[in-house]
């Protein structure tokens, strides 16, 4: 599995906080469940952050699976068919019920404290309008787990923007990707499948050469391994199913992904961005051993970090 690398400047503040003896307490965090989950699907998750991990508190907002119909809202709104549907209202319940969990963190915080927000898939970019809509003055850091941040590129045959605009207004109006000591931006995306097209004799590459780039003055690190082998050399239905998927995120079918969201798509730009190969999309379907989740005890174990310094 692949190692957790910081860039030289984190690994050098962590090293002086340690022999200096000043090391902050860790943050109480706050899970933001994606598309289709419930709570109980990161209950594993917070408790390892508490239990194993140290963390005072690890709250998960309150959503149920038939929550997500209330999405359906947006339909009566002109925008979700022209495209350009905005997160509010039509999501004003999901950032009620994370208002809510920052609410009960914050209760839990020293005085002065601050609170680290965990947004899996889509849990990612609404953390980022309730960063922008509610009061955030307390949130230091944003660590997503297989987010798709950006919005699929326009003109491309046969794809349809699943959001209806809403990831182009997050690109728009929320404010931009930072690592900085104040607030930080941790980016996380899994390798575990790579997509094909749907038609021709396609082969998936499974001995591509990547590398490490630590370019970013803000502490962007974008971390592969080319290790994985849960994936075919051959392009099979799975694959080409698998990248339909992919193209309507990011426009292209032959590229890496936890599954569900392309690796390309689960970055932004000024983050700290990291790359696990191996890893599946959603706890629901997961194995710890065969096919770890981005909350999986050994997966957990090499992120966990972020929320400790």
């Keep these: 599995m692949l190692p957790l690398i910081s860039p030289p400047g984190l690994r050098a503040a962590a090293a002086n906080a340690n022999a200096g003896g000043t090391a902050t307490p860790p943050r ?11 709570t109980g699907d990161y209950a594993r998750l917070a408790a390892a ?54 609410s009960e963190a914050r209760e839990l915080c020293a ?7 965990i947004g899996h898939s889509a849990g990612g970019w609404l953390a980022r309008v309730y960063m922008e809509e509610f009061d955030a003055s307390d949130i230091s850091l944003l660590l997503t787990l297989g987010t798709p941040h950006l919005p699929p590129p326009k003109g491309v045959p046969g ?9 182009n207004y997050i690109e728009k109006n929320c404010a931009p990707a930072v690592y900085t000591p104040e607030l930080r931006y941790v ?10 097209p749907l038609l021709g ?24 391994s080319t290790n994985d ?40 730009e000024g983050a700290l961005n990291i790359s696990f190969d191996g890893v599946y999309h959603s706890p629901v379907g997961a194995d710890d051993e065969q096919r770890p989740w981005y909350g999986s005890p050994a997966i957990l174990k090499q992120w966990v970090p972020h929320l400790l310094n």
């Excluded at 109480?28 to 419930?38: A, D, E, K, R, W």
């Design 49 to 102: 952050l508490r239990d194993d991990h140290g963390l005072p508190a690890a709250v998960v907002a309150r959503v149920t699976r038939p929550d997500w119909l209330r999405n359906a809202a947006g339909l009566a709104d002109a925008n979700y068919w022209r495209g350009t549907l905005r997160p509010r209202p039509v999501l004003d319940w999901y950032l009620k019920r994370v208002d809510e969990a920052v």
């Design 229 to 268: 082998k849960s994936t075919p050399s051959s392009a099979t239905w799975r694959t080409r199913f698998v990248g339909q998927g992919y193209k309507q995120v990011c426009g292209r079918a032959d590229v890496w992904g936890d599954g569900v969201v392309p690796e390309m798509a689960a970055h932004l």
């Design 111 to 117: 005085p002065g404290g601050k609170i680290s927000l």
């Design 201 to 224: 004799d396609s082969t998936v590459a499974s001995d591509e050469v990547l590398a490490v780039d630590t370019t970013s003055e803000g502490g962007e690190a974008v971390i592969i």
């Design 28 to 38: 109480p965090s706050v899970i933001l469940p994606g598309l289709g989950n419930n």
């Design 159 to 167: 794809v349809i923007d699943q959001t209806r605009g809403l990831l």
């Design 187 to 196: 980016c996380i995306a899994g390798r575990y499948i790579q997509g094909a």
